[in-house]
């Protein structure tokens, strides 16, 4: 009877020594510090701290509107420093707290945070997402309010209108392609690798084609065809992923155009627009100045009447008939011009020239310039003539040659921005954001070509 009380006493003393041992083992966590401010906007706030233990299961958020009553917003699992709060108000304060906890417990709050959001102004910042590498790729929107977006990282970003994101499908090479969008939400990119990529709208792979060189924005036909120029070549793509055609162009950068007639317009390497029948022929093409150092890296663009735009590394914007003849040219100052012109009402044409000059011209006549900074992004016009243009220090925006905001960012933009029916302007930035701008441009104008590649889906087809 003794062994068994001693057996029972050892057994609970036992328990109790482990039980012990459990609670030195994993106390709970140590209290995060140093919560911070790490940028804010009219729709977004993000946040970050210090994570100062080890042994944590993860993080709680908290948010308060008064100060006093917090609300629990967010559990992000261990080794996290940072949130990003994107269900908050234009012009409005938010408190927060956060704090980490374990099996054992929970760990003290950590300081609490004031943060008032921007207001819905014009040029102020609305959120910005981040991805790992920088973007040259100029967004797209699909008919749903998605933004779609290519990143030196090799993911192809489908972020919702509101800043998350949907999905990302990571490809075998950077990206500096821009994403283009058919009628059935498919999204269309080039990668680094070579491949042009079909990717389903949830962000799966539909089929990808290997080309000989890095694939530009790829330009959608009427029928479904996709044109994409990659290394020396004009390839057509049919919707099913096999080849229908290519045509050879010499190494260029240039990006196709379609007109209302099937006509595909692209800069080839040898300082010549080529147009090309639908059928994969040789209709015409056009010797723009040549710069032995630089081939051709605009982008053509189509006006009334079917017009071509399309600047050359000579320093000149070239406006060509639908025949191969010259309608007339402007002399912008300097030569290796990068960006592509886009077309206004009345054919008014907006390009950045290589001099750093924002240019609007008008059958051969400049109408005004506005001094930015030199990049390759090409010309966004709303609807209320605003034209929105990157630069090395950010975001321009110029009314009839009077600047009428910028917003700063880190680096330089060469991506274009594009614009949603809602005002808001979605463009990317070397600093490896996208950024989305508050503007009170209710969408592009109404006009031939106000964007690049003609409109948010990047179609590159004039309707």
């Not at 006493?9 to 106390?27: A, D, E, R, Y």
């Not at 950590?110 to 102020?124: D, E, I």
């Not at 690798?193 to 539909?206: M, Q, V």
């Given at each position: 009877m003794k062994?068994?009380?001693?057996?029972?006493?050892?057994?609970?003393?036992?328990?109790?020594?482990?039980?012990?041992?459990?609670?030195?083992?994993?106390?709970?966590?140590?209290?995060?510090?140093?919560?911070?401010?790490?940028w804010r906007a009219s729709n977004g706030i993000a946040l970050s701290w210090n994570d100062n233990s080890t042994n944590e299961k993860g993080f709680k958020i908290e948010r308060s509107t008064d100060g006093a009553t917090f609300l629990q917003i967010k559990i992000l699992p261990s080794n996290i420093t940072s949130y990003t709060d994107l269900?908050?108000?234009?012009?409005?304060?938010?408190?927060?707290?956060?704090?980490?906890?374990n099996f054992s417990g929970s760990s003290k709050w950590s300081n609490t945070l004031s943060v008032k959001t921007l207001s819905a102004s014009p040029g102020n910042l609305k959120w910005k997402f981040l991805t790992k590498g920088e973007i040259y790729s100029s967004p797209a929107i699909d008919l749903n309010g998605i933004v779609y977006v290519g990143s030196k990282d090799g993911n192809l970003y489908a972020i919702n209108s509101d800043g998350s994101l949907k999905?990302?499908?990571?490809?075998?090479?950077?990206?500096y392609s821009s994403p283009a969008i058919d009628s059935n939400n498919v999204v269309y990119?080039?990668?680094?690798?070579?491949?042009?990529?079909?990717?389903?709208?949830?962000?799966?792979?539909?089929?990808?084609?290997?080309t000989n060189g890095t694939p530009s924005c790829p330009a959608i036909g009427a029928t479904?065809?996709?044109y994409v120029r990659s290394g020396s070549n004009l390839y057509a793509i049919n919707?099913?992923?096999?080849?229908?055609?290519?045509?050879?162009?010499?190494?260029?950068?240039?990006?196709?155009?379609?007109?209302?007639?099937?006509?595909?317009?692209?800069?080839?390497?040898?300082?010549?627009?080529?147009?090309?029948?639908?059928?994969?022929?040789?209709?015409?093409?056009?010797?723009?100045?040549?710069?032995?150092?630089?081939?051709?890296?605009?982008?053509?663009?189509?006006?009334?009447?079917?017009?071509?735009?399309?600047?050359?590394?000579?320093?000149?914007?070239?406006?060509?008939?639908?025949?191969?003849?010259?309608?007339?040219?402007?002399?912008m100052n300097g030569i290796k011009t990068q960006s592509s012109p886009v077309v206004g009402k009345g054919d008014d044409i907006y390009i950045g020239g290589p001099d750093g000059n924002l240019y609007a011209v008008n059958n051969g006549i400049l109408k005004w310039k506005y001094s930015t900074t030199y990049t390759s992004s090409v010309p966004a016009i709303g609807?209320?003539?605003?034209?929105?243009?990157?630069?090395?220090?950010?975001l321009y925006a110029v009314k009839d040659g009077a600047l009428m905001w910028k917003l700063k960012t880190s680096d330089r933009i060469d991506s274009s921005p594009t614009i949603g029916n809602d005002g808001t302007i979605y463009v990317g930035c070397e600093d490896g954001y996208l950024y989305a701008i508050n503007s009170n441009s209710q969408g592009l104008a109404n006009s031939p070509w106000p964007v690049f590649h003609h409109d948010p889906l990047h179609t590159g087809r004039q309707k």
């Amino acid at each position: 009877m003794k062994n068994i009380k001693f057996l029972y006493l050892i057994t609970v003393l036992t328990v109790i020594f482990l039980l012990s041992g459990c609670i030195l083992i994993f106390p709970p966590p140590t209290t995060p510090t140093n919560l911070r401010l790490v940028w804010r906007a009219s729709n977004g706030i993000a946040l970050s701290w210090n994570d100062n233990s080890t042994n944590e299961k993860g993080f709680k958020i908290e948010r308060s509107t008064d100060g006093a009553t917090f609300l629990q917003i967010k559990i992000l699992p261990s080794n996290i420093t940072s949130y990003t709060d994107l269900t908050v108000e234009p012009d409005s304060t938010y408190v927060y707290r956060v704090k980490a906890y374990n099996f054992s417990g929970s760990s003290k709050w950590s300081n609490t945070l004031s943060v008032k959001t921007l207001s819905a102004s014009p040029g102020n910042l609305k959120w910005k997402f981040l991805t790992k590498g920088e973007i040259y790729s100029s967004p797209a929107i699909d008919l749903n309010g998605i933004v779609y977006v290519g990143s030196k990282d090799g993911n192809l970003y489908a972020i919702n209108s509101d800043g998350s994101l949907k999905w990302k499908y990571l490809t075998s090479g950077k990206i500096y392609s821009s994403p283009a969008i058919d009628s059935n939400n498919v999204v269309y990119i080039g990668s680094e690798d070579g491949n042009l990529y079909a990717i389903e709208p949830s962000g799966t792979l539909k089929w990808k084609y290997q080309t000989n060189g890095t694939p530009s924005c790829p330009a959608i036909g009427a029928t479904g065809t996709v044109y994409v120029r990659s290394g020396s070549n004009l390839y057509a793509i049919n919707p099913d992923g096999t080849l229908k055609w290519k045509y050879p162009i010499g190494l260029a950068f240039s990006s196709p155009a379609i007109d209302s007639n099937s006509t595909i317009y692209v800069g080839g390497g040898d300082w010549y627009l080529y147009a090309i029948n639908p059928n994969g022929t040789l209709r015409w093409k056009f010797k723009t100045g040549v710069v032995f150092s630089m081939p051709l890296v605009s982008s053509p663009s189509i006006g009334a009447s079917d017009t071509i735009y399309m600047a050359s590394v000579d320093g000149n914007l070239y406006a060509i008939t639908p025949i191969g003849t010259l309608l007339w040219k402007y002399k912008m100052n300097g030569i290796k011009t990068q960006s592509s012109p886009v077309v206004g009402k009345g054919d008014d044409i907006y390009i950045g020239g290589p001099d750093g000059n924002l240019y609007a011209v008008n059958n051969g006549i400049l109408k005004w310039k506005y001094s930015t900074t030199y990049t390759s992004s090409v010309p966004a016009i709303g609807e209320n003539a605003t034209v929105y243009v990157g630069g090395t220090d950010g975001l321009y925006a110029v009314k009839d040659g009077a600047l009428m905001w910028k917003l700063k960012t880190s680096d330089r933009i060469d991506s274009s921005p594009t614009i949603g029916n809602d005002g808001t302007i979605y463009v990317g930035c070397e600093d490896g954001y996208l950024y989305a701008i508050n503007s009170n441009s209710q969408g592009l104008a109404n006009s031939p070509w106000p964007v690049f590649h003609h409109d948010p889906l990047h179609t590159g087809r004039q309707k």
